[in-house]
């Protein structure tokens, strides 16, 4: 079993090491083929998460791929809060509830999630961060641009959609750290996310890595999440089961530019990129 990481025992301790947010789907429509419907294999597979080097499991119930069908919110409580009520039982590391809906949000805080992930950035729902700021949560904002086009219509060419995709980024994630901030949410409780894969080229994405330090102007914890993407498919020309390299290399480069949380399928092998990458780059051994 991998160490424990170094900050965990303290909570998060930004800056000082890498945090390991392992993905468990209960989306059978996930792009990834990696959804998981049955109750005791996903219990399972978060304590393997864990066991691996897992720091948070963010646990979701709908697909956010390209072209996906949304959900209802019925069906959406039905995949995820029988899981967080089982997992958070079995495992000693905070849930995050991926979800962009109110009500799903509150019933997964209910059932034990301590850590709320919107990938629509409060600008679906508000309420989401009401809910942070009245249980006093860690939110999770991240900068959704597919308002403007999907991933597909623009992931085989550079389409220029944005003069300048980092300035696009960075207003977008302005917008939401104020909105946070008039519900309520304390600064020391947002944590932003780029958003990589959402309505972004695949250069723009490999631009974002590559200029993540600029998003630093924000002064919040980065989390970023390649694990997978198609951004790695339009480079080494790879399926979805064959990306884990590619996943690797986003990673250690995101952590060299400001990376604090990183979410990914394969824990074991990132939560090992992690650790070397933080000796290197942060001085940690």
Known sequence: MP??????STGFQWGSCTYVMGI???SPESFSGDGVGDIDAAVEQAKHMESEGADILDI????????????SVADELKRVIPVIEKVVRVISI?????????????????????????QWGLKTDRRIARLAA???????????????????AVAERDTGNY????????????????????????????????????????????EIIRRLAELKVLSKPILIGPSRKSLIKMVLHTPVADRVEGTTAAVAIGIAH??????VHDVKHIARVCKMTDAIVRGIR
């Open 3 to 8: 160490e424990k990481n170094i900050c965990r």
């Open 24 to 26: 468990l789907n209960t």
């Open 60 to 71: 979701g119930g709908e697909s956010t791929k390209p072209g996906y069908t949304p959900v």
């Open 94 to 118: 905070p849930i995050s509830i991926d979800t962009s809906k109110y009500e799903v949000a509150l019933q997964a805080v209910r059932a034990g999630a301590r850590i709320l992930n919107d």
């Open 134 to 152: 009245d249980f006093n949560l860690p939110i999770i904002m991240m900068s959704n641009q597919r308002d403007h086009g999907s991933y597909d």
């Open 163 to 206: 003069a300048d995709i980092i300035a696009e980024v960075t207003a977008s994630l302005r917008q939401s750290i104020e909105t946070a901030r008039e519900i309520g949410v304390p600064d020391a409780n947002i944590i932003v996310d780029p958003g990589l894969g959402f309505g972004k080229t695949w250069q723009q994405d490999i």
């Open 258 to 263: 400001g990376a604090d949380i990183v979410r």
